[in-house]
């Protein structure tokens, strides 16, 4: 199975329309300037005290794994409550699928191992945006 097809896997979880924003969501969140964009993101991930985990997404080598609950506590109940209430389910589930989803999407994002900034981001978040919109 390639990283694609991984991915909508685990975002597939989710039920009819409820995938698609979970990743407008997520994409939302790396373009939320309050966060501070992709690095912003990585950088909240560090502060709490994920910086090996996400590293390695940003990375070339493979993706350590992240679980619901280290999701949860980095970006915060309030967020995770919050996507929850946008997308109808509950915040385990948005944890659960994000713990899938953001791994994917960063390193999708990041395929020389270095955080694009600007048009560089924003051109691969369209990208990236449309495949999973459209699978």
Known sequence: MGLFDEVVSVVGRLAGG????L??????????PQIGGLS????????NGLGEIVSSWVSTGSNLPVSAEQISSALGADSIQDIAGKIGVSGDQVSSSLAGLLPQL??????DGKVP?????????TSIAQKFLQG
Do not use: C, H, Y
């Open 117 to 125: 900034e600007g048009n560089a981001l924003s051109a691969n978040l």
């Open 18 to 21: 409820q995938q698609n924003s």
């Open 23 to 32: 990743v407008e969501q997520a994409i939302a969140m790396i373009n939320n």
């Open 40 to 47: 912003g993101l990585i950088e909240k991930f560090k502060t």
């Open 106 to 111: 960063i390193d999708q994002l990041t395929p």
